[in-house]
């Protein structure tokens, strides 16, 4: 028969950034532990709010599955003497198990034939295992940060106050702490506080609700999103209800109750990104906005609680909203009284790394370096915009506002060489610089924007591999990983033709007397540093690893050409005669690894005098005709068609394998062979590694 399942863990308030991963790690825990334990379960479901975790469970089996086990016990020769009769080691192995040395059963392995015996262990109650099972599953749940109360040698997110555990309606004894389970749970904290008895998950469901508590976040943000709407339009308007600040607002609460609130008509002429940030980041409030996108005076906070008043709830929100945007516009005007090129000289007083100086001393790296790009890119009609956009686009980390809403930097400094009188090109690209700022965030639109973001991630990453600050798999202090990546996405974005080596070399020359490694050793690591970045890419769009792998082992130098030769090879794997098309390659480069330079002459090419089969001609004829062709096509970076032409001499080199003995007797006839095949290894060698083509 089957039963239920019902726990909860009652806490402290516990952050709303780790109710995610708390809520999964306790389902794939529970799951893990009915699958260990050999306990059937149907469903399986978690859900929380800030005070509790929920776990229902349904269709749970009453006791574990009977176990049926072989047990080996001593090798066949070592169990039996020579007349067939069991030794001591058999009948002491029998002995230990419980039998007769008599019922032995003789199996095979891949050892070889031992004897054993079949047995068999019962399982046991559901609810005998139970508590042990539940108490290791909530003192396993990782946590960013957990926390102790009192003297007790316990570790949760947050102290723990109550836990419900109910199997079948019986109670399961287990504790955190000074707290043990039972059957009582409580209500919302403040509108119904009291303890709350219940017998099973439908009780519970029913019983938890009327006391205003919500324990799906998901039915939580539906609330919110139908209920902001309906505000926001009252106001004119539509709520700026981004999914982020939608998932964090339902984590903070049990039961939603929002209030349309309103400000100051004044504070409209400050910038956009200056109004919603103070509402959305440090309030959690949702602007409204009209039609174009602009911020009315209005906004929703979403309370916790209902309110005989809401006037008085409303005055609070308005009040604490009040006081933000006049700091915020307080910032915003002192600011202004300094000129841009006064904070960037203020850079000099910031530490950006111990080991490699201040904010100033890095402007002025990448600000180098961003020129050094540019011609490389050849940009050099934009050199004098990166060289002030450059300059200009750290100068806000010392401003008021940034030091206050430290998510504005580079916003107002877009603002602030906007005001200035700056060009529009150098003003969008102080912001366009830190883009992108996170995973799937939008990349730079100008060139200037581009090349400067660029020039800032490198001296970061180059900066720090000199130092020895390497990405380990657990630690990434200056998130080198997400700037690596940034610099691929701008490079494939914009197509650009760039030496990474250049461009690294010239990053880590411009580090000077700080570097603390060989200068060749850091471009060759901070290399392996992208090339680890580009497979993952690569991968996680789709392309097979193999191909991957094929194109990047021959280096990694110019991003952009290497995507179009993975998308090229890709493309081309998927042809019916791609795999004898590879296989034949990698016979020829089987053939040529390895000889001595005696016997190779790269650079000398086949004499058709010296061939002795048909075969030889025409594979010769066929590279001949096809060589050039295939010269011109990688050199406008038609790879596929490259490829295609490539193919076309399949056949021709099958025939040669199948007819021509490579290594002949006769040395000159034996080196012209190898001269041949060498040719022929040359059409693909320069475009991919065919040896690492998987023929699955």
Not at 24 to 35: A, H, I, N
Not at 49 to 54: A, E, G, Y
Not at 193 to 216: F, M, R
């Amino acid at each position: 028969m089957a039963e239920e399942l019902l726990l909860e863990v009652g806490t402290e308030e516990i952050p709303a950034a780790f109710m995610p991963g708390i809520l999964s790690s306790l389902k794939e825990l529970m799951e893990k532990e009915f699958v260990s334990k050999r306990i059937g379960v149907e469903e399986l479901k978690t859900f929380g709010t800030p005070r509790r975790l929920v776990l229902l469970a349904s269709g749970v089996s009453e006791k574990q599955e009977d176990l049926k086990f072989t047990k080996l016990g001593p090798a066949k020769n070592i169990a039996y003497d020579a007349e067939g009769n069991p030794t001591k080691a058999a009948i002491g192995f029998a002995r230990g198990q419980g039998i007769d040395a008599g019922d032995l059963v003789i199996v095979k392995t891949e050892k070889g034939e031992y004897v054993s015996v079949e047995k068999k262990e019962l399982g046991v109650g559901t609810e005998t295992l139970l508590p042990g099972m539940l108490e290791k599953v909530m003192t396993s749940i990782p946590c960013p940060k957990s926390m102790r109360w009192a003297d007790f040698d316990v570790r949760f997110a947050r102290p723990v106050h109550w836990i419900v555990s109910l199997f079948g309606g019986k109670k399961i004894s287990f504790s955190m702490g000074n707290i043990k389970s039972g059957d009582e749970t409580r209500g919302h904290r403040f509108m119904s506080p009291a303890s709350i008895k219940v017998t099973g998950i439908s009780s519970y469901l029913k019983e938890i609700k009327k006391a205003y508590v919500i324990i799906d976040p998901d039915e939580r943000k539906k609330i919110i999103r139908q209920k902001i709407l309906e505000l926001a339009a009252e106001a004119g308007g539509v709520p700026d209800a981004d999914e982020d600040l939608l998932n964090e607002v339902s984590q903070i609460i049990e039961s939603p109750f929002p209030v349309l609130c309103r400000f100051d008509d004044e504070y409209l002429k400050l910038p956009k990104e200056v109004i919603l940030t103070p509402m959305k980041k440090h309030q959690k409030y949702f602007p409204v906005l009209d039609k174009e996108g602009k911020p009315l005076s209005a906004f929703i906070a979403v309370n916790n609680t209902d309110t005989k008043n809401p006037k008085v709830v409303i005055s609070g929100h308005e009040r604490v909203l009040r006081a933000r945007l006049a700091d915020a516009e307080f910032f915003y005007v002192e600011d202004q009284k300094k000129s841009l090129v006064k904070m960037a000289e203020e850079l000099k007083n910031v530490l950006f790394q111990a080991k490699l100086g201040t904010s100033y001393e890095k402007v002025l790296r990448f600000q180098a370096l961003g020129l050094f790009i540019a011609d490389l890119l050849g940009k050099t009609g934009q050199k004098e915009m990166i060289e002030r956009a450059a300059f200009l686009c750290k100068a806000d980390l010392v401003s008021e506002m940034v030091g206050e809403f430290a998510t504005l930097q580079g916003v107002m400094g877009r603002e602030y060489a906007r005001i200035s009188g700056e060009p529009k090109e150098v003003s969008e690209a102080i912001f366009e610089h830190y883009l992108p700022r996170f995973a799937e965030d939008k990349l730079p639109l100008s060139d200037i924007g581009a090349v400067v973001s660029i020039a800032d991630k490198l001296d970061t990453i180059t900066g720090c591999f000199s130092i020895g600050i390497i990405p380990t798999g657990t630690a990434d202090p200056y998130a080198l990983r997400r700037q690596c990546l940034g610099i691929i996405n701008i490079i494939l974005d914009k197509k650009y033709v760039l030496s990474l080596k250049e461009s690294i070399e010239r990053s880590v020359s411009l580090l000077g007397k700080k570097i603390e490694r060989p200068a060749e050793e850091i471009t060759q690591d901070v290399l392996g540093f992208f090339r680890g970045r580009l497979i993952n890419l690569f991968i996680s769009k789709g392309f097979s690893h193999d191909v991957v792998e094929s194109i990047l082992c021959l280096g990694v130098d110019d991003v952009a050409d290497i995507a179009s030769r993975i998308e090229a090879l890709q493309q081309m794997k998927k042809e019916p005669d791609f795999e004898p098309l590879a296989s034949a390659f990698k016979r020829v480069v089987n053939i040529i690894t390895g000889k001595s330079s005696e016997l190779i002459d790269p650079d000398r090419n086949p004499d058709s005098v010296l061939f002795e089969q048909p075969e030889e001609n025409r594979l010769f004829d066929k590279y001949t005709e096809i060589k050039d062709q295939v010269k011109d096509l990688m050199a406008k970076k038609s790879y596929v068609e490259a490829l295609k032409m490539i193919a076309s001499i399949r056949e021709t080199v099958d025939g040669f394998f199948d007819n021509v003995l490579v290594m002949a007797e006769d040395k000159k006839v034996m080196q012209n062979r190898l001269a041949l095949l060498c040719g022929v290894n040359s059409l693909f060698t320069d475009f991919a590694d065919f040896s690492k083509i998987s023929s699955e």
